[in-house]
């Protein structure tokens, strides 16, 4: 069935370095990428979301960039600090009949001091 | 202005048991979806309520149910329950009449299956 994946489990950074956390999806149908961030005990917290006739879209320290000829998803994030430490899920929203979402399986992200 | 609330917490349940989660959305927010969430993976979409009808349904048997209140909060509810429905149920809140896709999850509830 359609999906969206993750190449990596588990990615271990030096604070203050860069992140990136890669995604790949399946569906081309889809309209709307979105990463949300889930520390332990906690819900999904959306963080930046991008639509998909753009393949770029930056916020606060993060950029999503959309590369819809290989279906790849990336989020980086700058200056990577400790309360970056998190799962990391990319998901695709498919509109048709309300906006059903799919999620990957995550990536852990570990900010060493 | 409170957020998604979910109740109970924690809850342990037998097998064969029914259980029943209950759900407020976000203040303005009118559809609710919920999600099951196994130890180590994503979220995965169970169904979604708006107007008070289930209008998306994921690969989830007839044996999860749910329902939506006039005021928009939410119950899911799971009949016969096995060992594989332990997990973290969580509630999300949108707004189908704004512009953005984005959902905003409660704190979810965890469920034992013992």
């Known amino acids: 069935g359609e999906s969206v994946g993750l190449h990596l489990p588990t990615l271990s950074v030096q604070e203050g370095d860069n992140s990136i956390i890669n995604c790949a999806y399946s569906?081309?149908?889809?309209?709307?990428f979105i990463w949300y961030k889930q520390e332990s005990g906690k819900g999904p917290q959306f963080i930046i979301d991008?639509?998909?006739?753009?393949d770029k879209r930056q916020g606060q320290r993060v950029t999503v960039l959309l590369n819809k000829t290989v279906k790849h998803l990336s989020l980086q994030i700058a200056a990577t600090q400790p309360g970056d430490s998190a799962v990391y899920f990319c998901?695709?929203?498919?509109?048709?009949?309300?906006?059903?979402?799919?999620f990957g399986a995550g990536t852990r992200l570990f900010v060493k001091a | 202005d409170a957020g998604v609330t979910q109740s109970p917490t924690h809850l342990i349940k037998t097998r064969g048991q029914q259980v029943t989660l209950r759900c407020s959305p976000k203040s303005g927010h009118d559809t609710v979806s919920w999600y099951q969430q196994a130890l180590g993976q994503g979220p995965q979409f169970i169904f979604q309520?708006?107007?008070?009808?289930?209008?998306q349904r994921g690969n989830f048997p007839d044996r999860f149910s749910g329902h939506q209140f006039p005021n928009y909060s939410s119950e899911l509810n799971v009949n016969a329950l096995l060992l594989g429905d332990s997990a973290l149920y969580l509630c999300a809140s949108s707004s189908l009449a704004g512009t953005s896709y984005e959902q905003y999850f409660g704190p979810g509830t965890r469920l034992t299956v013992t």
């Open positions: 569906n081309s149908a889809s309209d709307y």
């Open positions: 309520y708006y107007e008070e009808e289930e209008r």
């Open positions: 998901a695709e929203n498919q509109e048709a009949g309300g906006f059903k979402t799919i």
């Open positions: 991008i639509r998909s006739n753009m």
